[in-house]
């Protein structure tokens, strides 16, 4: 009906505003890999913030560098936060001193570009967690 068709509009415009609540979205990606696999999934995120345009390169020092797009398709701002680990090709995290939750604010239609390099040459696989901005970890 029309009034249920207002209401989930209107709950999706709360969410987008305040930001995403529960479960986070969480998406692996491997050396030579264009797109990310997903191990875990938050439906009220992946409905509106989309991963995008996935490379990937080693530097002459040999660490990897991957860069992404995250895309907010809500017309509204969204928030949200994102930390990476990263993982050898045996499967071990890799000892990363600088991992932390990086928050990040979109406009409706908005995309941010991220760029980062693996802590060590060893790194061919990562992990990427997305979630509420007010989660604790």
């Known amino acids: 009906t029309a009034l249920k068709l207002v209401c989930a509009a209107a709950l999706a415009a709360l969410c987008a505003c305040t930001g995403f609540r529960g479960s986070q979205s969480v998406y692996t990606g491997g050396e030579g890999q264009n797109e990310l696999g997903q191990v875990v999934s938050n439906?009220?995120?992946?409905n509106y913030l989309k991963i995008k345009n996935l490379r990937s390169a080693r530097l002459e020092d040999g660490r990897w560098k991957v860069q992404f797009e995250l895309q907010n398709e809500l017309q509204q701002h969204v928030r949200f936060q994102w930390?990476?680990?990263?993982?050898?090709a045996s499967g071990f995290k890799v000892a990363d001193a600088t991992r932390h939750w990086e928050p990040v604010q979109l406009g409706g239609?908005?995309?941010t570009t991220i760029q980062l390099v693996a802590p060590t040459p060893t790194a061919t696989n990562f992990k990427l967690q997305v979630g509420s901005p007010d989660e604790i970890h």
């Open 43 to 46: 439906s009220g995120l992946d």
């Open 83 to 88: 930390a990476i680990d990263w993982f050898d």
């Open 109 to 111: 239609g908005g995309f």
